[in-house]
């Protein structure tokens, strides 16, 4: 039984195509820029300013603790000497849906939202910021409810067990329709102006600041804060920002019809029934325990953990198994990417160059290296950073191309940096922020170096410097959530201060600390 849906994603990107009134007439003839908006905080020409990261943190409660608020009130602390929040994507578990967005998002961060000493009286797609917050779509935040979860009148022995369970899993009745519950949050959601002259108006109102490829969204921090689009960047303090939506270029390539595709096809096939037998066992098994029992509600969190990790896995399996085509691939939002990669070299106003997105091209957390999706992720921004490398020549002089990649979907908190990749990724430092509330990963047993085959000869082409994640057993079990604080320093080529803000849950018991700066 699957517990989540991944639409397909050409319906995601016509989707929130629709959402944002794509290439409208009205839009094209303002000359508007639907893919950048301008924080209007009267500090952005600062060279030295701070930002927090956050990823993978919309859950609910856990049993006996809430680790999103944990890691929220670390922000709090630092939120003053911050601009704005980078989010790296799954704002809301388990499936995006509009029903958890006051529990999972709007209560966590209630004083970062304007009305927020009244939480319940905000409504999800009437949110103000007064600290900026720049998210990604998460694969979360698309997911839909299988048909057979969201009718009530379902009674089938899957459906009865799990309505048994004690899991918290975050489903209610329905799915995140396919983003729109994130689209209705974050972005300015153009499509609920029926007339031309409501629109015309809305525009001419917010689309006001003249950059140098159109007019663009402005952001006003405590008044008007909605993202032109799902996929866009920002220049703040010199630094261009480059926020992605990595679910529409992360299909993998299909499984060749050979007897070796055929062989790993059935390999694969035969892993998936044995993850379903083991996520009917988790989910019967749950039924037993007593959540008001303190060691039976840790034995649940570690239940709801495994079936989410199961869930992932199958998913990424399926991807394999179901496509025999050539995957889709969002090719226009990867040629932005490169066409606005290629001028942030070529301006002279631009100092440094961040991109963040969801799923991470590098990683050493348990489950994900290997996933098909990682590979694809990895390709594809390989084909757009060597793109831009053989345009811009050696304009960088040696700089990477990207000072810093920030990533979520791994459930933890990592800093790697990748070597000679073959490739325009290399040498570049990649931060992996996803463990700011949900079910904690550890970190994979064969360590911290990454091995790349290149035809017959494995390359060494990344290392892991840091990894915070769940680790330990029994009673010495850690759960270390975390997010970032990042410094932005220095004049001409920047420095990044990365402070790493732990709350991690032992014993029962929270312990806030912080980790030594990684100086990038």
Same mark, same amino acid.
């Given at each position: ?242 926020a992605l939506d990595s679910n529409t ?138 793109? $831009?490398?053989? @345009? ?6 040696? &700089? #990477? !191309? %990207? ?7 791994? =459930? ?17 430092h990649w931060l992996v922020c996803g ?52 410094? $932005?320093?220095? @004049?001409q080529q920047p420095k990044f201060i990365? &402070? #790493? !803000? %732990? ?7 929270? =312990? ?9």
């Amino acid at each position: 039984m699957k517990l989540v849906r991944d639409p397909a994603i050409a319906k995601k990107i016509a989707k929130m195509q629709q959402r944002v009134r794509w290439q409208d007439p009205l839009i094209v003839g303002r000359n508007i820029d639907q893919t950048r908006l301008v924080l209007d905080d009267g500090q952005a020409s600062d060279t030295e300013f701070s930002f927090l990261v956050v990823g993978d943190s919309g859950s609910g409660r856990h049993h006996g603790h809430n680790p999103q608020r944990r890691v929220a009130e670390l922000m709090l602390q630092h939120h003053p000497e911050c601009r704005f929040m980078l989010h790296t994507g799954d704002v809301i578990y388990l499936v995006g849906s509009s029903e958890y967005y006051q529990q999972n998002f709007i209560r966590p961060y209630a004083e970062l939202i304007v009305g927020g000493e009244s939480p319940k009286q905000i409504a999800y797609d009437k949110m103000v910021f007064k600290l900026p917050i720049f998210p990604v779509p998460g694969n979360h935040d698309y997911y839909e409810l299988p048909l057979v979860l969201s009718l009530l009148s379902v009674t089938t022995l899957p459906m009865r067990r799990l309505l048994r369970s004690r899991l918290d899993i975050d489903v209610g009745w329905h799915g995140s329709g396919v983003g729109n519950a994130y689209a209705k949050a974050f972005l300015d959601y153009l499509q609920g102006y029926l007339l031309p002259t409501q629109l015309s108006h809305h525009l001419d109102q917010y689309y006001t600041t003249q950059t140098d490829t159109g007019k663009c969204l402005t952001y006003q921090p405590g008044y008007f804060t909605r993202l032109p689009n799902r996929y866009y960047t920002f220049r703040y303090g010199g630094i261009d920002f480059f926020a992605l939506d990595s679910n529409t270029f992360n299909e993998p390539q299909p499984l060749p019809h050979t007897k070796q595709g055929e062989s790993d096809r059935q390999i694969l096939d035969q892993r998936r029934q044995e993850l379903e037998r083991e996520k009917m066992q988790i989910i019967e098994a749950s039924a037993k325990l007593n959540p008001d029992n303190p060691s039976e509600a840790e034995e649940l969190d570690d239940f709801h953990y495994k079936l989410s990790q199961i869930e992932e896995i199958i998913l990424d399996i399926d991807k394999q198994l179901t496509t025999d085509q050539p995957p889709e691939v969002d090719i226009e939002q990867l040629d932005w990417l490169k066409q606005r990669l290629i001028a942030s070299w070529k301006h002279p106003e631009v100092r440094g160059r961040v991109i963040y997105f969801h799923h991470p091209p590098y990683v050493t957390e348990a489950t994900k290296w290997q996933q098909a999706q990682t590979l694809a992720i990895r390709s594809r921004l390989r084909g757009v950073l060597d793109a $831009v490398a053989a @345009e811009i020549g050696d304009i960088n002089q040696g &700089r #990477p !191309l %990207v000072d810093l990649v920030l990533n979520g979907h791994a =459930h933890c908190l990592e800093y790697l940096q990748t070597f000679d990749t073959g490739h325009a990724d290399a040498n570049m430092h990649w931060l992996v922020c996803g463990g700011s509330g949900y079910s904690l990963r550890r970190q994979r047993t064969e360590g911290s170096d990454l091995v790349e085959t290149v035809g017959n000869e494995d390359r060494l082409i990344a290392r892991s410097h840091l990894f915070v994640g769940r680790n330990g057993h029994g009673s010495q079990k850690r759960r270390p959530y975390s997010c970032l604080r990042i410094d $932005v320093k220095g @004049e001409q080529q920047p420095k990044f201060i990365v &402070r #790493p !803000l %732990v709350a991690e849950w032992y014993q029962r018991q929270w =312990h806030n600390y912080q980790l030594p700066p990684v100086m990038i």
